[in-house]
Structures are given as structure tokens and as C-alpha cells.
């Protein structure tokens, strides 16, 4: 399965983007998804996970409330919608999938599939 984020960019504090990453090469629908980001000068960490179906969603304690993971499996996309932008949100957004149901969502281990990334910069 090859990985494709976009939809990052320059926004103020206080505003909204939606990430997309579009899925090709594999069967989408049978995986789990994830959003990692990486901000500079530190480690890759846990934003959001969501199940094969979309039932179940789970987010990192500094995003709740604040962004919605989602996906269309029709269009082999999940999605990322962040709102109210802080800067510390800043760092570049990957999307993630995992042939297996992960038993620590938050663990990058638990993936096999990385995406490029995209560049989300909050600026106050």
C-alpha cells in the first residue's frame, strides 16, 4: 500500500485545514489508520487512529477536541480535519496504515505503512 498526504500549509492560530492521504496499491478498507506528526528536533508521535470501518477513533489527549479523523473507503482516504490551530501544532503530518489491528494505537511499531508526510505550519 503506497501512502499520500496532502492538504498541509501555512495557517494563523485560531484556523483550520484538512489533511487527506490517499491510499493505492492494496486493499484499503481491511486497514487500520493513523496520523503521526513530527515536529523539529523531536520524536514522531501519535495524533489520531481510526478502525477498518470508521467506528472506532481514538486521539492523542493534545488534539482532542481539536481535530477529527475520518476516512471514505469508497475513495481509499482518510482524512484529518484540525480545528483551531495552535502553534505547537506545527510539524510535519504523516498518515500510517497497519495490516493488524494495533494494540498500542499510539505506537509508530504498530504500522507498516508510512506516508511522505505534509507540512502544517501554525503561525501566531
Known amino acids: 500500500v503506497q501512502l499520500q498526504a496532502y492538504g498541509g500549509g501555512l495557517v494563523q492560530v485560531g484556523g483550520s485545514l484538512r489533511l487527506s492521504c490517499a491510499a493505492s496499491g492494496g486493499t484499503f478498507r481491511t486497514h487500520w489508520m493513523g496520523w503521526f506528526r513530527q515536529a523539529p528536533g523531536k520524536e514522531r508521535e501519535f495524533v489520531a487512529h481510526?478502525?477498518?470501518?470508521?467506528?472506532?477513533?481514538y486521539y492523542a489527549d493534545a488534539v482532542k477536541s481539536r481535530f477529527t479523523i475520518s476516512r471514505d473507503n469508497a475513495k481509499n482516504t482518510v482524512y484529518l480535519r484540525m480545528n483551531d490551530l495552535k502553534p505547537e501544532d506545527t510539524g510535519v503530518y504523516y498518515c500510517?496504515?497497519?495490516?493488524?489491528?494495533?494494540?498500542?494505537?499510539?505506537?509508530?511499531?504498530?504500522?507498516?505503512?508510512w506516508g511522505r508526510g505534509t507540512q502544517v505550519t501554525v503561525s501566531s
Open positions: 481510526i478502525s477498518r470501518g470508521g467506528t472506532n477513533t
Open positions: 500510517a496504515g497497519a495490516r493488524k489491528d494495533p494494540r498500542l494505537v499510539w505506537d509508530t511499531y504498530e504500522y507498516d505503512y
